[in-house]
């Protein structure tokens, strides 16, 4: 990875990081930080990482004669250039994002959440960039080595910046909020994703709230009060709390009369009504935390409603492809049981003469994964899908918890690689059939969408 950035002392660098100069000039000045030698340009700072594959320290002498101005390091070994020893190359990398994160007055908004977060990160940027200069997580860089780099985006001329914070265990939170000393924090749901090492909702629900230990003594806090373990830290938080809601009428923003065109969701705020370019009614929510930003900037709602039309898929979220002969709707970044019946939703919702679930196995769910891919299968019966496809080992438990909701003449297979899928699916094709992909990353279901 690499950014450009406003200059920084070296000095700073080693203030902020407890470093020790080993050799060279403390005074040099950083103008980039990268984490990729190859990158490495006049003024940057590398930092190695050592990886699964890789150890990074392997590459300071490649980054320094592609022009970097100086290097950290966690060994002794010497270059003839700026060297500067700490503890952690990878933890320092978060003291420096820190550090030149300090040095900027702008509106900092964080967000997590086990469902929606690219989504809710994408209708917060659009809507706060109607009125504010805003820098925006890119893709999905939402860990202890993406997240800096979100920061290091900051400038001059910013004025709010949505950042994005994933976890897959505690304290990973808690080192991001720390890091970007938010000053609005955004937590969109509790739901079943990562199980496998956090056990229960209740211990999902505390790695989500490490968000709020960064959180600024007078920050606002954004829930989801539908959510029922959400709804449980109400009066719990010292900051400002909002809570957003289609379902809780208690709640202190609620959409009314949501109904689904064939451009996207419609619903209504006191007596405006507002349309999000998106289908799934969950993504209700999504847009509601955009609108508190927006009201908290002193937005207009033609100026909210700009942000929503402005939103973009990134083409395998939740993506429509309509196609002469047949539907696609393309959600296949990431799965879990949450998600999986979100998309079942969307497949609900639109009309066809034939609806097809091709579902794959959801990772980390741990000793819960039979019984959570079994409740997606009875789901996708409950949502009305004709045929039920299955990808992978785990989404075999798919197929029997829809053949135990069966209603009818429904449909099922199961198969081990998506080509197979695609060969089964072209031989059987009708007109007006209407596909949901959906599966964890690492099932590669991308690959169906692509080849059909």
């Not at 950083?30 to 590459?59: C, Q, W």
């Not at 039979?370 to 989404?395: F, K, Q, T």
């Amino acid at each position: 990875m690499f950014q450009t950035i406003e200059p920084l002392k070296l000095s700073e660098i080693i203030n902020a990081t407890g470093g020790t100069l080993l050799s060279g000039n403390a005074d040099v000045i950083i103008t980039s930080v990268t984490t990729n030698s190859r990158k490495a340009t006049k003024g940057s700072l590398f930092v190695p990482l050592i990886g699964e594959n890789a150890d990074g320290h392997n590459y300071i002498s490649g980054a320094i004669s592609n022009g970097a101005a100086a290097s950290l390091t966690m060994k002794d070994a010497l270059h003839d250039t700026n060297l500067v020893k700490v503890s952690d190359t990878r933890l320092m990398l978060s003291k420096i994002a820190n550090l030149y994160r300090s040095k900027f007055d702008i509106t900092l908004i964080a967000l997590t959440g086990s469902v929606g977060k690219t989504t809710t990160k994408e209708f917060c940027a659009n809507v706060c960039d109607q009125k504010k200069v805003t820098v925006r997580t890119d893709k999905n860089y939402n860990n202890d080595i993406g997240m800096p780099f979100t920061l290091f985006k900051l400038n001059s001329s910013t004025e709010a910046a949505v950042v994005e914070m994933g976890m897959s265990n505690f304290g990973e939170i808690e080192l991001l909020s720390k890091t970007a000393k938010p000053d609005i924090a955004i937590i969109t749901n509790i739901g079943t994703a990562h199980i496998e090492f956090l056990k229960s909702r209740d211990g999902i629900l505390k790695a989500k709230t490490e968000i709020l230990t960064g959180l600024k003594e007078d920050g606002i806090v954004i829930l989801n009060g539908d959510d029922d373990k959400l709804i449980t830290l109400k009066g719990n938080i010292k900051q400002k709390t909002i809570f957003i809601g289609i379902e809780n009428e208690s709640c202190d923003i609620v959409a009314k009369n949501i109904t689904q065109t064939e451009d996207g969701i419609k619903f209504g705020i006191s007596d405006h009504e507002f349309l999000i370019p998106i289908f799934g009614i969950h993504n209700v929510y999504n847009a509601l935390c955009a609108y508190v930003l927006g009201k908290i900037f002193d937005m207009s709602d033609e100026e909210i409603q700009k942000g929503y039309l402005s939103y973009k898929s990134d083409g395998i979220r939740q993506t429509i492809i309509k196609k002469d002969t047949f539907t696609i709707i393309n959600d296949c970044y990431n799965a879990n049981p949450q998600s999986a019946k979100s998309s079942l939703d969307v497949l609900k919702s639109i009309e066809a003469k034939r609806k097809i679930a091709i579902l794959g196995d959801m990772k980390e769910l741990g000793e819960q994964s039979n019984v959570l891919h079994m409740e997606v299968g009875e789901y996708a019966i409950r949502s009305g899908a004709d045929v039920i496809i299955a990808l992978g080992d785990e989404s075999r438990a798919i197929l029997e918890g829809a053949k135990n909701a069966k209603k009818g003449d429904e449909e099922f297979y199961h198969f081990d690689t998506t080509e197979e899928i695609v060969s089964h699916i072209k031989a059987t094709q009708k007109e007006g059939d209407l596909y949901l992909i959906k599966g964890s990353h690492s099932m590669h279901m991308e690959k169906i969408s692509e080849l059909l």
